[in-house]
Nanobody, 126 residues
Framework: VQLQASGGGLVQAGGSLKLSCVASGGTFSTFGMGWFRQAPGKEREFVGGISWSGGTIYYADSVKGRFTIFRRNAEKTVYLQMNSLKPDDTAVYYC????????????????????WGEGTQVTVSS
């Protein structure tokens, strides 16, 4: 399974970005998909996760109400819509796949995901 994330960039505080992650190989429609981020000098952290069908979604408290994760299985793509961005959201964002449907929050641990994509840089200026 290969994952390719894109959509990062430079945006002013209060702005929006939409990240995409396209999968190839494997059975995307059975994967739980997660978004994680890593800021300079910090550990990688969970941002959001979506189950195989999109019926169960989890968010980190820091992004609730601002970020939306959704997926289109026919396109093998998961998205992260980020609104009301803050400088603290500056990080490299990664998508990752969990091959067990991703129904539980515990599925989305940084060291428990099965496949990772390369990150995309998001920089929010103040």
């Amino acid at each position: 399974v290969q994952l390719q994330a894109s959509g990062g960039g430079l945006v002013q505080a209060g702005g929006s970005l939409k990240l995409s992650c396209v999968a190839s190989g494997g059975t995307f429609s059975t994967f739980g998909m997660g978004w994680f981020r890593q800021a300079p000098g910090k550990e990688r952290e969970f941002v959001g996760g979506i189950s195989w069908s999109g019926g169960t979604i989890y968010y980190a408290d820091s992004v609730k109400g601002r970020f939306t994760i959704f997926r289109r299985n026919a396109e093998k793509t998961v998205y992260l819509q980020m609104n009301s961005l803050k400088p603290d959201d500056t990080a490299v964002y990664y998508c990752a796949a969990k091959t067990n449907l991703g129904l539980h929050l515990s599925d989305y641990s940084s060291d428990g995901m099965d496949f990772w994509g390369e990150g995309t840089q998001v920089t929010v200026s103040s």
